[in-house]
């Protein structure tokens, strides 16, 4: 079971980002293209990103550790940008914080536990790298993205894929599987919905089902990740910590 859990991280990771006939409707998938490009022109929001995993045999403690949550917020608007992104993991119903990362004043600081409070100066506004978003990257060719699904609807503000597993190339999870010491892993299903407002991603949901074999044995679970966007394109009020205590570290490859 902790093999399995392991793997539906990785694969969630794996498919979270690829680029997404029977029932397509070509309004849904341009709706979808709309949204993506409000997204990488947004330049303030807070942001809540949960995952979350689920399987018939798993235990309340497995249950437990198998939540992971980021959250924070980022204002690209001003010259020098800000950001907060912290990110916990919850066990034995307690949520624990295991490492968090800030921009403020061009500077990036790190914490790591409280264990490790490193910063570095990115320079001043002129010299310190710019954030953004390249579009090429995120573009979604729908006659492309047509032959992976079997669904697409829109239904008044939410969009609906789901994908047909079985043309999705799953090399890498027989990597996966091969490193892992299984026989098989497959991925059975890939839901994607998407919550629009104002034409803008309020909410996404992930949900992907996935089964590992090992000596005729098969273990199946579901992972479902969730992205939340709030606040678009206003001011932020970013509640940063003390950085007092945290040592620099220009000298060190903690933050490179």
């Known amino acids: 079971m902790k093999k399995l859990i392991s793997l539906v991280f990785c694969v969630a990771l794996l498919f979270g980002l690829t680029a997404c006939g029977s029932k397509i409707e070509d309004e849904a998938l341009d709706a979808l293209e709309t949204s993506i490009a409000n997204l990488l022109e947004m330049k303030s929001s807070t942001f809540h ?6 399987a018939p045999d798993i235990t309340e403690e497995q249950a437990n550790a198998s939540v992971f949550a980021i959250h924070g917020a980022y204002d690209l608007r001003t010259a020098n940008p800000m950001l907060s992104m912290e990110m916990e993991m919850e066990a034995e119903g307690e949520k624990i914080p295991f490492m968090a990362m800030y921009l403020k004043d061009n500077t990036l600081y790190m914490n790591m536990m409280d264990m490790i409070k490193q910063k570095q100066s ?22 492309e993205m047509k032959e992976y699904l079997e669904k697409a609807s829109l239904d008044d503000n939410v969009i609906t894929l ?34 629009l407002k104002d034409k803008h991603i309020e909410k996404a949901e992930l949900t992907l089902g996935i089964s590992a074999t090992l000596k005729e044995e098969t273990e199946s679970a579901t992972v479902t990740m969730s992205f939340a966007l709030d606040k678009v394109n206003t001011d932020q009020e970013i509640d940063f910590p003390d950085f007092s205590d945290y040592t620099d570290a220009a000298d060190t490859a903690v933050l490179e």
């Open 162 to 195: 789901e994908f047909d597993t079985t043309k999705i190339d799953q090399s890498e999870l027989k990597e996966m599987a091969k490193a892992n010491g299984l026989d098989s892993v497959r991925l059975g299903k890939l839901e994607v919905v998407v919550t």
């Open 49 to 54: 990103i949960d995952m979350k995993v689920d």
């Open 122 to 143: 990115l320079g001043t506004s002129e010299t310190a790298p710019q954030i953004s978003l390249e579009k090429d990257s995120f573009e979604l060719p729908k006659e």
